[in-house]
């Protein structure tokens, strides 16, 4: 008997202890483990630093309220801005991605009272693509464009409109006049880790800064050194400007935190910021960016630029390329994504991405579907060649004897 809700169909596996890589269960069984959190520990599990600094912080503040100034949340904001971003801009803390979007969305629609449309009404349509996930909340979830989510909740927040992905034509036609933003995470993650092209990416921010609407990138899988840039969009479109940006899983290396960003840039000519549209009592969170949380996530930021992890992301994603298309398995068509953000597209009719999910933890590797049909790694960012390799020969092996 549990008394859990059962919202998630889950392995029967209980994790009991993690170090780097590695995860123990209860029968003392040990696993490499590729999933990682959903993409949340980024330094692997209990990282040293990440450790260090939450037992730190808890002896010395834990909680206190945004009611006052919180250094650890300055000193995040600061660094999250100027050295992952690198565009002006400003922060709110919240404690999970979906209520990052949901933060956004609010933004998306804030700008839209500031920009009305020609008939001085208020714009608050965000377009959102085909396959997405950002998340469960109400307006999340009505921001996330598959079916299965939105099942049994009707009816949906309104203001959204879905559209296929990586399609410029059918962007346009999508475009109305109560169009306020234009949502994307870059690489779509739970929706079969797909990448936005370049062309497309540039397409979208071009068409946003022609047409007065906001450029809202969802980075919440894809953010934070996992697709072997600083952010998931640079590994695109490096020199792209979003107007906000959402954060949560690897930001806190599995400490709970969310964030998004919204960009100083001027809005009008009287040179109105748009992060000055969430003025005070705009929005708030009781927990968000408080000390624990910022410290955490302050030595993982500060982990991944001191022990150089981009560079080990884009190696390993080199590495894991190469052996895979080097065994021409039938049943991997393809492998799609970026950096440690890799999903290995499974040939039809041969086996679903659940089942072998199941066979590669039989065989002591943990990974992640990403839809029926997409077997997902997301391996730490420090994650060491000989752990590749060995998760390299567990999936070969499987997918021999499945073969
Ligand atoms: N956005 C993306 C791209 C995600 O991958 C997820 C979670 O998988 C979310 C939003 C929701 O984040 P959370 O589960 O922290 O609310």
Redesign the pocket.
Known sequence: MSYILPTYANFPLTALRGEGARLWDDEGNEYLDFCAG?ATCSLGHCHPALTEAITTQAKTLIHCSNLYQIPQQQQLAEKLVTEFVQSPGKIFFGN????A?DGMIKTARRFGHARPDKDGKARYEVITFNSS????TLG?MAATAQEKIHVGFAPLLPGFRYVPFNDPEALKAAINETTAGILL?PIQ??GGVNSATPEFLQGVADFCQENDILLML?E??CGIGRTGDLMGWKSICPDLKPDTISF??GLGGGFPI?AFYVSDRAIDTDGTQLSSLMDAGSHGSTYGGNPLACSAALAVLTEIQSSSLIGNVNRQEQRIRKAVESWNSPLIQSIRGKGLLLGFALTPETIEAPALCKALMDNKLLTVPAGPSTLRWLPPLNVTDAEIDEALKILKNTLDSLA
């Open positions: 959903i999970s991605g979906a209520e979007n996930f950002h998340g469960r999340s995470e993650g739970e969802d919440i899988q949560a899983k969310g």
